[in-house]
């Protein structure tokens, strides 16, 4: 399966007084990367919301590896390591060249804009395949 890479900037506001970025930053920059696949992909999640459908993000298990600082250039990369009709799981990574300061493992599920645990559409998991 294809891996995403997104760019994302260390700006001031995303850093603690030490000039290193605040942990739960790297969650933001990592939906942000799914975000931005998902739109490249084609799956309109503005649409999917008017259809009563939205992705949710049921666990995260997540490794910091080393720290990222105040104006570095890091990379998010994405990548599918499973795609059930129920369950999509990603690995995620944030490196700095090839330095990797940030390791996830992502469980995304459909859900009903109501709550409630939905299959995943076979147009979506095509697309995502």
Known sequence: MN????NIRVYYEDTDMAGIVYY???LRYIERARSEWVRELGIDQ???KENGLVFVVRRVEADY????RLDDL??????TTQLTGVRWILEQRVKKGEEMLFHAVVTVVMMTDTGHPARMPANIRQLIH
């Open 65 to 68: 590896l080393a720290p990222a």
């Open 24 to 26: 739960a930053n790297y």
């Open 46 to 48: 503005r649409e999917m």
């Open 3 to 6: 891996t995403h890479r997104m």
């Open 74 to 79: 890091l990379t998010v990369e994405t990548e």
